[in-house]
């Protein structure tokens, strides 16, 4: 395997190299090379065969195998191989070096910056291929990749060996390997991970898919969020707005499609909201403005509702007491002296009443039919007087009235109605007169039943009135209210007529006087 003349090349030179530059004459020499060997050796350093006789040899030891000690050759070996390393690996580093003075290094570790102490021009930084996909949008990783070159394997390599002798701290990843975990989030230059999911946000901030506890999607758009109207994909409803305007203006189409659908509580709770304004759009087909959808707003004064097929509840402003002015430009809907009008397909009613108008009275026109069942009257702290014209046949009741409300006057000769002193008596279905309506702010402190009706102590209470007279033909509905001053809360006499009814049941229960005429 190995030359002989690595050692010594039979020359007098060589051999004298052999035996350490002493005289030949004086060595003795290898029987199986014929190198020269110092005395005191007991093997060949050209060959490496074992000198086991002192004595002068035969010609016949010639011909006998050279004995090689293994363990020596196994050593030599080694020496041989590490040298060869040795100038493989200086061979590699010079190649190396070579390649990076031509190629410009184009991955960096997250951790650069912060290794070096110097800091990172954040349009200049390149992050490492091995970042994880949730710190980069679809865009930007298209971009790195574009921009960043292709490395060959030994330019990778070299790449890595460089980065971490020269660069020492940086973090080079190999190829197959990841970046260690420890190198992304740093604070200085790297790159973190966002706190949401690409595409979704919260209500208010932009675009976002939810899920409903109904099960149905919940988008948002802006301030806005909404989804599919009942039973259909065609239209949308929105069911609250998020945003802190004053002056709010409701989208006629989200998403793409019609909103058909304000729903309960859509606006809530909010003391910023003066104006909502509906948008006006053709692709908006109808609209439904439900009851409740505007709840306990303190500072809203204006609603302008769009110019479509409009259906707006009678309750659809709940307990906004600043709101006076309802602008429509609808052939369905007309608001006029704080009453919102609505066509019903075959009469005008009242729909709504303004809690913010400061007019006294209100006098039914006579193209209007009269109070819509449901309207609210009850939160606005002004009206004290009603006019009903004789064609009225819609009459407010004791649950809808606002306690400032003192008379309320039906014109003679309406054939379903009539009026005892500011007090209303009206037919119900069976033709009996007790759907009444007594003033809450009525301040006489007596009064006296017709005959033949019946007085409506169901929601109401009087606290100026201190004696009732009611004729045996007549009485109220819920005595206990009467008995209880549940109603009356200053009552002091009831007259009953002799023969009443209500005569053992009041003297027993009422703790005023009962008094029988």
Not at 15 to 26: I, N, P, V, Y
Not at 511 to 517: A, F, K, L
Request: charged share 20%; proline share 6%; aromatic share 10%.
């Amino acid at each position: 395997m190995y030359n002989h003349a690595f050692f010594a090349d039979g020359s007098e030179q060589g051999q004298k190299f052999a035996s350490g530059g002493r005289d030949l004459e004086f060595l003795k020499k290898c029987p199986f090379c014929g190198a020269a060997m110092p005395e005191e050796s007991h093997f060949c350093l050209s060959c490496f065969s074992v000198y086991t006789s002192p004595k002068p040899k035969t010609a016949a030891d010639h011909t006998k195998a050279a004995v090689v000690l293994p363990g020596r050759k196994h050593l030599a070996e080694r020496i041989v191989s590490a040298a060869l390393a040795l100038v493989l690996v200086v061979g590699m580093v010079l190649s190396f070096t070579a390649a990076e003075k031509s190629i410009p290094l184009q991955t960096e570790s997250p951790n650069a910056e912060t290794a070096t102490g110097a800091a990172t021009d954040p349009a200049a930084q390149t992050t490492s291929p091995q970042t994880s996909a949730a710190a980069l949008s679809e865009g930007a990783g298209e971009e790195l990749a574009a921009s960043t070159p292709t490395l060959s394997l030994p330019q990778q390599v070299m790449a890595a060996v460089v980065g971490q002798t020269a660069l020492g701290s940086t973090n080079v990843a190999l190829p197959g390997t990841q970046t260690p975990e420890s190198t992304i989030g740093d604070s200085s230059g790297s790159v973190d991970t966002p706190d949401e999911t690409p595409g979704t946000e919260t209500p208010g901030t932009g675009t976002s898919n939810s899920a409903d506890p109904s099960g149905e999607e919940v988008d948002s758009e802006d301030c806005w969020v909404y989804k599919n109207e009942d039973g259909s994909t065609k239209y949308v409803k929105i069911t609250k707005y998020t945003g802190n305007a004053a002056k709010v203006t409701v989208p006629a189409v989200l998403g793409g499609k019609p909103v058909a659908r304000i729903t309960r509580d859509t606006f809530a709770d909010n003391d910023r909201i003066t104006e909502i304004t509906f948008e006006s759009d053709e692709r908006q087909v109808y609209l439904c403005v439900d009851s409740g959808c505007m709840t306990d707003l303190p500072a809203l004064k204006v609603v302008r509702l769009p110019d479509t097929d409009l259906g707006v509840s009678s309750g659809f402003a709940d307990n906004c007491p600043s709101l006076e002015t309802i602008e429509v430009d609808s052939s369905q809907y007309l608001f006029e002296n704080g009453a919102l009008y609505y066509w019903n397909s075959n009469e005008w009613v009242i729909r709504y009443y303004a809690p913010a108008c400061k007019n006294e009275t209100l006098t039914v026109p006579s193209w209007c039919a009269g109070l819509e069942i449901g309207c609210a009257l009850e939160e606005n702290p002004y009206l004290k007087r009603i006019n009903l014209h004789k064609n009225v046949k819609r009459f407010p009741s004791n649950y809808a009235v606002n306690d400032a409300l003192e008379y309320i006057d039906v014109e003679e000769g309406n054939s379903r109605a009539f009026s005892v002193d500011g007090v209303l008596f009206a037919k119900n279905s069976s033709g009996r007169y007790s759907s009444s309506c007594y003033p809450p702010g009525k301040r006489d402190k007596s009064f006296r039943l017709p005959e033949n009706v019946f007085l409506d102590l169901a929601n109401f209470t009087n606290p100026y009135l201190e004696e009732i007279w009611i004729p045996k033909s007549s009485g109220v509905d819920f005595p206990d209210r009467l008995y209880f001053r549940r109603c009356f809360t200053n009552l002091k006499v009831i007259h009953l007529q002799n023969g009443h009814s209500y005569e053992e049941r009041c003297r027993s229960t009422f703790t005023g006087v009962t008094e029988m005429y």
